[in-house]
Nanobody
Framework: QLQLVESGGGLVQPGGSLRLSCAAS????????IGWFRQAPGKEREGVSC??????TTYYADSVKGRFTISRDNGEVFLQMNNLKPEDTGVYYC???????????????????WGQGTQVTVSS
């Protein structure tokens, strides 16, 4: 069965850090662009960051630029999140597609495969 699995979420205080991981079961992530999305209660899903198949191109939403870093290593994709803010709270999902997304992409139309999500809560 082809699926993505996220891990690394948790509860952290404002200003803290978390590192999310996205791994694949049944296929390799190296053939796909990988994106991270998040959804807060009562809000629409939004694209946070993306890395291209070649790892050359990355995208970050304005709200996370300078704080989040996406990377790929040994078949996994990571999202390093620093200086976390309460507004970063939500369920974080990773997804795979052939081409990277940007700010104009509709999150509901992107991604062949999606994970089940991992909860990130930023609170004091």
């Amino acid at each position: 069965q082809l699926q993505l699995v996220e891990s690394g979420g948790g509860l952290v205080q404002p200003g803290g850090s978390l590192r999310l991981s996205c791994a694949a079961s049944g296929f390799t992530l190296n053939s796909y662009a990988i994106g991270w999305f998040r959804q807060a209660p009562g809000k629409e899903r939004e694209g946070v960051s993306c890395i291209s198949r070649s790892d050359i191109t990355t995208y970050y939403a304005d709200s996370v630029k300078g704080r989040f870093t996406i990377s790929r290593d040994n078949g996994e994709v990571f999202l390093q999140m620093n200086n976390l803010k309460p507004e970063d709270t939500g369920v974080y999902y990773c997804a795979a597609d052939m081409f990277e997304f940007d700010s104009s992409t509709n999150p509901t139309l992107w991604g062949f495969y999606w994970g089940q999500g991992t909860q990130v809560t930023v609170s004091s």
